[in-house]
């Protein structure tokens, strides 16, 4: 394992920091961007958004369920955002940090993740996340 591994991946969304920070919290905007990178249906999600809570997202592939978990680190808001990240294809001590900074009438989202069993899961995850941050930018 290459624990080192790590990933950046920014798109500006064309919302406010306040609305895109809570689409991160709200579960029923959650389950609309949290998609596979194929897109499809959207996830079914439960979370308790406070530092110390927990989310769950169930991302859907076709008849193939895709459970995502983790807990809340550091919630700043509309600043900043970290959780663990587990998954089927992430490894123990994963963590996902998520800085806001407004453009304008826009916001800039940087989002990065920690950790990784090797460079192919990264560079998974980043077409993952680049495909969530374009469905963001829709949801938001």
């Known amino acids: 394992m290459t624990a080192e591994l790590t990933l950046t991946v920014s798109r500006t969304i064309p919302a406010p920091a306040a609305r895109v920070y809570d689409a991160w919290l709200n ?3 959650l389950a609309r ?3 596979t990178c194929e897109g499809g249906p959207g996830a079914r999600v439960t ?9 769950e997202i169930v991302m859907r592939d076709g008849d193939r369920e895709i ?3 983790g807990t809340y680190l550091e919630l700043v808001p509309h600043q900043r955002l970290r959780f663990t990240w ?3 294809h992430s490894v123990e001590g994963s963590m996902v940090t998520i800085t806001l900074t407004p453009e304008g009438d ?3 989202i940087e989002l990065r993740q920690d950790r990784f069993a090797h460079e192919g899961a990264r560079d998974g995850h980043i077409k993952g996340w680049t ?6 930018a829709a949801a938001a």
């Open 27 to 29: 579960p029923a905007v």
């Open 33 to 35: 961007f949290m998609t």
């Open 47 to 55: 979370n308790d958004p406070r530092v110390g809570g927990s989310y």
């Open 67 to 69: 459970p995502h978990h």
């Open 86 to 88: 587990q998954s089927p």
């Open 106 to 108: 826009a916001t800039r």
């Open 131 to 136: 495909a969530i941050l374009q469905q963001l």
